[in-house]
């Protein structure tokens, strides 16, 4: 599975932002595709995931309510809408794929996009 993610730029807080993320390889019905962020210095840490086949969705606590994570079976692609934006969501954001069910850990992910920049300012 090859994954592209784009999308990422400078916005003002309490702005809204959305990711694509493009799948290309293989066929993904029996994929997950997660968003991760990495903020200079710490961790990269679970953001949002999606079930390819049946469209379930689990989030991190942090983005619950503000984000909003979709996929298009025709387009191949999974979104990222992030809305109601912080500075604390200033990171690298990365797209990525693992089999069967979806898992919070990093480490989980077989397969990874590069990244692309969120910058939210005060």
């Known amino acids: 599975v090859q994954l592209q993610a784009c999308g990422g730029g400078l916005v003002q807080a309490g702005g809204s932002l959305r990711l694509s993320c493009a799948a290309s390889?293989?066929?993904?019905?029996?994929?997950?595709i997660g968003w991760f962020r990495q903020a200079p210095g710490k961790e990269r840490e679970f953001v949002a995931a999606?079930?390819?086949?049946?469209?379930?969705?689990y989030y991190a606590d942090s983005v619950k309510g503000r984000f909003t994570i979709s996929r298009d079976t025709a387009e191949n692609t999974v979104s990222l809408l992030m809305n109601s934006l912080k500075p604390m969501d200033t990171a690298v954001y990365y797209c990525?794929?693992?089999?069967?069910?979806?898992?919070?850990?990093?480490?989980?992910?077989?397969?990874w996009g590069q990244g692309t920049q969120v910058t939210v300012s005060s």
């Open positions: 999606i079930t390819w086949s049946g469209g379930s969705t």
């Open positions: 390889g293989r066929t993904l019905s029996s994929h997950v």
């Open positions: 990525a794929a693992r089999l069967r069910s979806i898992a919070v850990a990093a480490n989980l992910y077989h397969y």
